[in-house]
Structures are given as C-alpha cells and as structure tokens.
C-alpha cells in the first residue's frame, strides 16, 4: 500500500443558513465553475463536532443520530449508533462489508426505517418522513442510469418528477454538467459513456436538486483503480465548491483518508472510533482502528512503570513508550501497542541508529513497490513490519541482511487490547 499518513490539510469549509441555494453560477476561479452563494454564506473550519451555532437554532445541512439502530429478525445491523455532522463537512462512514455503514446510510435517505433511534436533518426530526420528504440526494454504487434517455434525460428526470420548469431544468442541467466537467454532453446516450463519465453524470442528477446533504454509497467501488484515485480529487473538489454535506460510505481507508474532512470507523454496527483523518491515524484508540485503518505492528502485552518509565513487555520484546498522548490506565494493565511501518528505522548497526528501542534483526522478506520498498523483519520470532521511501539516500536491504531495527518512544501508540 501506498504511503497513507494523511497530509495536515488547512481547508476552510462553508456552513449555510437555512435558504435555498440556486445553481445559478457566479465568478469563476480556474476551470471549473464555483456555484455563487448569497451574502449570508459565511466560512467556517470544520471541526470536530457540529458548527457553533445558538441554542435551538437550525443549520441546514446539519445531520444527527440518536441511538440508531436497525435489526432484520435476529440480526442487529446497526447497534446504537451516535453521531453528529456539521454542515458543509465530508464525512466518511468507513468500515468493513457488513458492518453496518449502508444499512446507516440507508436510514438517514429514509430507504429503511430504524428499529430504535431518530434522525435529525438540517435540525428537523426526520426519523418518519419519507424519502422523498427529506431534502437529501444519493448516489449509488451502481449508476442506475436510465440507458434509453440522453444525459440531460437522466440528469432532469428528477427535477421534472418535481415539476421544475423547462427552461430553468436546462440552466440547471447545464450547471451540473459544468461542475462534474461534461459540458456539452446533452445530447449524449446513457450508453455512449465510459465508466468514470456515466459516475459524474450519476453525481449530476443528484446535485442539481440541490440537496441539503449528498449521500454516497461506495460509488467509485466499481472503477478501475487509476480512474477512481482521479474522482476521489473530483470529488473533494465539487464537494468543496458546492459547500453541502457529503456523508460517504466506503471500506476503501485510502479513498476515506484522501477525501474526508472526518471519518467514523464503524465495526459490527457500531462506531469505534470518530476523527480527522490525521487524528485517526496517528492515536486510533482500538486495535480495530489502528489495524484497520493502514498498516501497522500490533503486539499485545502488560504495561508496567518503573524508575519512571513506561515499558510494554510483549513476550519476546521490552518496547520503551510515553504516558503523552495515551489514554490508558498505567500499572498492570494489559494493553495493545501499534508502531506504524513507516516510523521504523533500519540501519546496519546501532552505531548509524539513535533510537530509543532498538533490536537486532533479520531481513526475512523484502518487497519493492516502485517508490517505496516493504521489509519483514524477524527479531527472534517476532516479526517487525518497515516500509520505506526510495529515494537516492535510501539504503536497501536484502533477504538475509543482519540489520537493526529502531523506533523512538513517541512512534508508540498505546490502545486497549
């Protein structure tokens, strides 16, 4: 996999009022259009949590679940989910198949009915509105496109269900198209398109109703790998343009970490874990998490102080850690440690290594991945996962090599085990 630590990304995110946005198009920055917003648009960071706003007031494109839960006779699809999304913000559900992330989807579009719990859209109780009530949009894995219609066809098919005018459903369709970077595709048959053309025309046909929020599920999942790293960029791009909430489920972390404002890890029905993406990745606080989301060594053992120091004791190893940043209870408690592959060293000797954990080891594989190069590391039955950047400095190792592998207190991460 490729290199996933997030890059710390200083974006500035668009919380709206309670008025309806037009598609109509103002001053444009670069080549793809920036729909225009009213004077009241005002700019906020997303943080983690819901926008600062005063008590009882409503935020349009603001989403929360209370107590979620959904069950099919004996299964529990959705146990108790909590959760709070800010208006304007990315957020991604991310988890494995059958966790439980559409089935939650599912219930915010109004597609399925909760067992237990509430939905609140835009501050408004939707739990028993219908979906077509509730003033969001979805896309779905599959295009579902109509193959006998054009592309403004499909694209107006809704807004003419809704009897939207003619002339204002082609401004609007023509809008679309220009933010998802087809114009002029019109006239074009459903069938004509490749498979990354028919998705914008998919996103299209959602965002020219203009929803309060844009709901998606997996909906790269079926492109070619180059064709959906380029529409996780697009797609961040229309969701930074258009300032609406984009709720995304995938079990893709590097499409969640490339394009999330947040992500919540959802395991067994359940949220394990909600954050940045940086946050998440760097101090997860479960061992599904960490394991989960990238690579990473996880070792299980008993924490332990002495003379001041914290100390792990794995079995085969002692690993040296840090009581900053971890929240855990100290002293005889039995605990899961994660060391990302990137934070760990190799050198030839300990001569060329400065780390506070360090041990003597053996190449037992090593895997080149074109800018990166992956290593096994056997340190006397426990094995130590590297991976490293090539670069013209980069010292190479082979199978067999005697190396020494490091890492400093603070790679340690310490989780409940």
């Given at each position: 996999m490729q290199d996933l630590t997030p890059q710390i990304r200083s974006s500035i995110r668009r919380s709206r009022t309670s008025s309806r946005r037009s598609l109509t198009r103002g001053p444009t920055c670069g080549p793809r259009p920036r729909l225009a917003r009213g004077s009241e648009m005002r700019s906020t960071e997303i943080s983690a949590?819901?926008?600062?706003?005063?008590?009882?007031?409503?935020?349009?494109?603001?989403?929360?679940?209370?107590?979620?839960?959904k069950e099919y006779d004996d299964i529990v699809a959705v146990d108790g989910v909590d959760l709070e999304v800010a208006s304007g913000e990315f957020l991604t559900l991310l988890g494995p198949s059958g966790c439980g992330k559409s089935t939650t989807l599912r219930m915010i579009s109004g597609l399925e009915t909760p067992t237990e719990g509430d939905v609140f859209i835009s501050g408004e109780r939707a739990t028993a509105q219908p979906a077509n009530k509730r003033n969001t949009s979805m896309v779905f894995q599959e295009w579902a496109l109509f193959p006998h219609m054009t592309v403004e066809e499909n694209i107006g098919f809704g807004l003419?269900?809704?009897?939207?005018p003619k002339d204002e459903r082609k401004g609007r369709i023509t809008e679309a198209l220009e933010l998802v970077e087809l114009p002029g595709f019109h006239d074009r048959n459903a069938t004509e398109l490749s498979g990354g053309q028919k998705q914008r025309v998919a996103m299209a046909r959602s965002i020219v109703r203009e929803p309060d929020v844009l709901l998606l599920d997996e909906p790269l999942a079926s492109l070619d790998r180059r064709l959906r790293q380029h529409m996780q960029v697009e797609l961040k791009a229309i969701q930074e343009d258009l300032g609406i909430t984009f709720l995304y489920v995938?079990?893709?972390?590097?499409?969640a970490l490339t394009m999330s404002d947040r992500?919540?890890?959802m395991n067994?029905?359940?949220i394990e874990q909600v954050g940045e993406t940086t946050e998440l990745y760097e101090r997860p606080t479960s061992k599904f998490v960490a394991s989960f989301l990238g690579e990473t060594n996880l070792f299980e053992g008993e924490l332990?102080?002495?003379n001041g120091r914290f100390l792990v004791e794995t079995g085969e190893l002692t690993v040296e850690t840090t009581d900053d940043g971890n929240d855990i209870d100290f002293d005889g408690n039995d605990v899961a440690l994660t060391i990302r592959p990137e934070r760990v060293m190799l050198a030839r000797s300990t001569r060329t290594?400065?780390?506070t954990n360090a041990w003597e080891g053996t190449v037992v594989e090593a895997v080149y991945k074109g800018s990166l190069k992956q290593y096994n590391i056997d340190i006397g039955g426990v094995n130590v996962h590297v991976?490293?950047?090539?670069n013209d400095e980069t010292e190479v190792f082979d199978v067999g090599d005697r190396v020494v592998v490091g890492f400093p207190r603070t790679a340690v991460r310490l989780v409940h085990s």
């Open positions: 949590g819901m926008s600062d706003v005063e008590e009882g007031q409503a935020v349009t494109g603001t989403v929360e679940l209370q107590g979620l839960r003419r269900m809704d009897g939207v995938t079990h893709d972390q590097e499409e992500i919540a890890v067994e029905g359940q332990r102080r002495e290594l400065d780390a991976e490293k950047q090539i």
